[in-house]
């Protein structure tokens, strides 16, 4: 064999036997890096939560409250905001993240069982730095501050806005935001795709400065949460709708998930309600 067929039999070797390897890397997202979305919208409901997931998706399901379970195609499981409870199905997520604004959104004895549990806040006043790396999804945070009882009626960095990046997808939550972000914490989010947001309006952030934040994040999906009553959910998309100026469309279709993907993005920023709903050990 000569010297110039054996390189070239060693490259290809390389390659046929590498691909399997880099098929298992996380597909790289592009928080910080601006792109426009692909036009086209198409979302897939009503599966079961102990399906598959899709290829090259995530599926997310509303729990309750600000608890969302975030389920990917290679079959991880991540709740936001979790209190303990995600309904009368016997399961142990990889991954709970929680705020400790009140009772709602975390719990002090977590399943020793869960492999991952991140704390939305660290000593008072200092915040916390996540940067969770799990092959198919990188888990970071964004701290902001809360409302508190002491130190002038503020817990600096209290509260923390979960960034997960998976599928090539940003997927944000908000958590218990009670302030418009910095600049810097704006640039810190970078680009996201889907974004999980309190509306309620009284609780955490004013409805007009939620709205704001909403228009400045631009992001694809939207999905309320943190709304008491079909009323106070109301309220917000009025709000939107007049702030707004018709900048976002609205999607009500009763379901508890949505299945999204990159390619599947719409090209309009997309409020989509979901209705909350606990797993059942026999969906």
């Known amino acids: 064999m000569s010297f110039l067929v054996r390189p070239f039999l060693l490259a290809l070797w390389t390659v046929i036997f590498a691909a399997p390897l880099a098929a298992q890397e996380r597909r790289a997202s592009h928080c910080i890096a601006l792109a426009e979305a692909t036009p086209g919208i198409a979302y897939l409901h009503k599966a079961s939560w102990q399906a598959p997931v ?5 599926r997310i399901r509303y729990l309750a409250h600000a608890s ?8 991880l499981n991540v709740v936001t905001d979790f209190t303990g409870f995600t309904g009368s ?21 977590p399943d020793p069982a869960i492999p991952h549990v991140l704390e939305g806040w660290g000593a008072f006043g200092e915040g916390i730095d996540h940067h969770l790396d799990l092959g198919e999804m990188l888990i ?9 009882p002491y130190s002038s009626g503020v817990e600096v960095a209290g509260n923390s806005i979960f960034v997960f990046e998976v599928a ?16 810097e914490q704006f640039a810190a989010l970078g680009r996201l795709d889907v974004v999980m947001a309190a509306v309620d309006g009284g609780m955490t952030l ?7 934040v909403l228009r400045r994040l631009r992001s694809s999906v939207i999905l309320p949460m943190h709304w008491f009553t079909d009323y106070s959910l ?10 707004a100026g018709g900048e976002f469309d609205v999607v009500q279709e009763g379901a508890a998930d949505i299945t999204v993907s990159l390619r599947t993005l719409p090209d309009r920023p997309t409020i989509h ?11």
């Open 168 to 183: 090539g997808l940003c997927i944000g939550h908000l958590g218990h935001l009670h302030h418009m972000p910095t600049p």
């Open 68 to 75: 969302f379970l975030i389920q990917t195609e290679g079959g």
């Open 140 to 148: 970071r945070n964004v701290s902001t501050d809360i409302r508190s």
């Open 273 to 283: 309600v979901l209705r909350p709903s606990y797993l059942r050990k026999d969906e």
């Open 206 to 212: 004013a409805l007009p400065e939620m709205v704001e």
């Open 89 to 109: 199905a016997d399961f142990i997520p990889d991954v709970v993240t929680m705020n400790h604004a009140h009772e709602t959104h975390w719990t002090a004895h």
């Open 54 to 58: 899709p290829e090259h998706s995530v």
């Open 234 to 243: 109301e309220r917000f998309l009025i709000q939107i709708g007049n702030q």
